[in-house]
T-cell receptor
Framework: DVKVTQSSRYLVKRTGEKVFLECVQDMDHENMFWYRQDPGLGLRLIYFSYDVKMKEKGDIPEGYSVSREKKERFSLILESASTNQTSMYLC?????????????????FGPGTRLLVL | SQQGEEDPQALSIQEGENATMNCSYKTSINNLQWYRQNSGRGLVHLILIRSNEREKHSGRLRVTLDTSKKSSSLLITASRAADTASYFCATINTDKLIFGTGTRLQVFP
């Protein structure tokens, strides 16, 4: 079974702090994703990585950066946390289009990190 | 940007009843996926339907797709309390999924 783990389930930080959210997958997936989920807004893509050291902005990248130094690990960084970044953060991974085979990729999600910025 | 809009936003039913939720999307698709999210957890893939399919079954799940109306529906038959969750449709843009806003389903014992 694919396993995607996130470093924390709950996190409380203060405004202005630098925050690191870590995600690790064990299925050798090339694609990894960071989403934030807010009530009434669904899941919104923050950043996407399709290979080591490669990244692509999603719909809401402002205030965030990412790092992918190893294939299995994708980090989301809040350079200076703000209260409007209080949210649920979800990491996911998937095969890439070249690996699809017959079926397009499904995404496998971690359990989420609920971040509160005070 | 959100591709899908689910309807209704929330649904409450009794165990044993059927639950139907709908998804509308904006652009042409090759396939559409449905995911479930238990409270406070990550999403789990349920079922995928291709654009050349009209209906697909998986256990108690039945998904339909109408590409002319750009809509899909998810039917859960004989619902159980364990089906209580949020349900999302998602379409693919290259390797990226675009999720709808979700339907919150509450199944009462």
């Amino acid at each position: 079974d694919v396993k995607v783990t996130q470093s924390s389930r709950y996190l409380v930080k203060r405004t202005g702090e630098k925050v690191f959210l870590e995600c690790v997958q064990d299925m050798d997936h090339e694609n990894m994703f960071w989403y934030r989920q807010d009530p009434g807004l669904g899941l919104r893509l923050i950043y996407f990585s399709y290979d080591v050291k490669m990244k692509e902005k999603g719909d809401i990248p402002e205030g965030y950066s990412v790092s992918r130094e190893k294939k299995e690990r994708f980090s989301l960084i809040l350079e200076s946390a703000s209260t409007n970044q209080t949210s649920m953060y979800l990491c996911a991974s998937s095969l890439t289009g070249r690996q699809w085979g017959h079926d397009p990729p499904t995404q496998y999600f971690g359990p989420g990190t609920r971040l509160l910025v005070l | 940007s959100q591709q899908g809009e689910e309807d209704p936003q929330a649904l409450s039913i009794q165990e044993g009843e059927n639950a139907t939720m709908n998804c509308s999307y904006k652009t042409s698709i090759n396939n559409l996926q449905w995911y479930r999210q238990n409270s406070g957890r990550g999403l789990v893939h349920l079922i995928l339907i291709r654009s050349n399919e009209r209906e697909k079954h998986s256990g108690r799940l039945r998904v339909t797709l109408d590409t002319s109306k750009k809509s899909s529906s998810l039917l859960i038959t004989a619902s159980r309390a364990a089906d209580t969750a949020s349900y999302f449709c998602a379409t693919i843009n290259t390797d990226k999924l675009i999720f709808g806003t979700g339907t919150r389903l509450q199944v009462f014992p």
